[in-house]
């Protein structure tokens, strides 16, 4: 199977260290929609239609995929009928002449592209990029919690089928003598559990542990199970992260592995 037919792990968001101009705000900045440790302080651009102007300050920086989420338990503020364009180019002109210019789909949870395929296995290398946003019908304001423009850690192998998707209620409740229930709602937290991926190469597994070693389970990251919904539509397959389990390693025969691991959505 090809690399990018694989689930990810999205750690590495060139927009931390890119310049970029973004549009004026009237909620939280737009550093926030670049730190996923605060997915609830949404960005909020004062527009409805917009442009991100980003220099990623270098040619060397490879773009595999670009996402956007809203905030935790919560539905995309961006509506069904946004038109999301991703450009790229070597120079910095965006005259509808580019040499990359992609549509992005807007799902109910999230926004997701996917530069890996066939004949760029490893996304792209432009130094400038531009994303144009169009939602001038949306009756409501816009909400950002996070914007992901960068590369991952790919996986040779696909997760196992058979892990357990849960929607976990982290609400406060308590039962009176008599038997009545006080409650405090607390927001609903995705969890997958029974991860697994089998066969894999001893350089995969090279590139999972250093992952896991830089990011712990102190550092969200995006996950991405199923780039090409061959397996999951991308409301269930894109999620921001925490590893509650970081993965373990078991050998098979030499050099083949296999890994199991556990996860919670970021609130």
């Known amino acids: 199977m090809a690399n990018y037919k694989n689930a990810r792990i999205c750690d590495n968001n060139r ?24 997915r609830n302080k949404l960005y909020k651009p004062g527009a409805k239609v917009f442009t991100f102007d980003i220099d990623l300050n270098s040619f060397q920086k490879n773009v595999s995929c670009f996402a956007i989420i809203g905030g935790s338990d919560d539905y995309l503020k961006l509506s069904n009928e946004a038109k999301i364009t991703i450009k790229a180019n070597s120079i910095k002109l965006f005259d509808g002449g580019e040499p990359l210019s992609i549509e992005v789909p807007v799902n109910e949870l999230n926004i997701f592209a996917n530069f890996s395929d066939e004949g760029h296995p490893n996304g792209y290398n432009y130094r400038f990029w531009q994303i144009d946003i169009d939602d001038s019908r949306n009756p409501d304001d816009i909400e950002i919690a996070y914007i992901y423009l960068g590369d991952n850690t790919i996986i040779h ?23 009545k229930v006080f409650a405090r709602k607390r927001p609903e937290q995705t969890r997958l559990s029974g991860t697994s991926i089998q066969f894999l190469s001893y350089e995969d597994k090279e590139n ?8 712990g389970r102190h550092t969200p990251f995006l996950f991405v199970l199923d780039p090409t919904e061959a397996m999951e539509n991308n409301d269930n397959s894109i999620r921001p992260m925490y590893f509650d389990r970081t993965p373990s390693f078991r050998q098979q025969i030499r050099n083949i592995y296999s890994t199991t691991f556990g996860m919670s959505e970021v609130m």
């Not at 931390?16 to 440790?37: C, H, I, M, R």
């Not at 999972?208 to 990011?215: D, N």
């Open 157 to 179: 192998r696909n997760i196992a089928t058979g892990f357990t998707y849960n929607i976990a209620d982290n609400s406060q409740v308590s039962r009176s003598d008599s038997g």
């Open 15 to 38: 927009l931390e260290d890119a310049t970029t101009v973004a549009p004026e705000v009237v909620g939280y900045e737009f550093s926030n929609a670049l730190d996923l440790k605060n």
């Open 208 to 215: 999972l542990q250093r992952t896991v070693r830089k990011i």
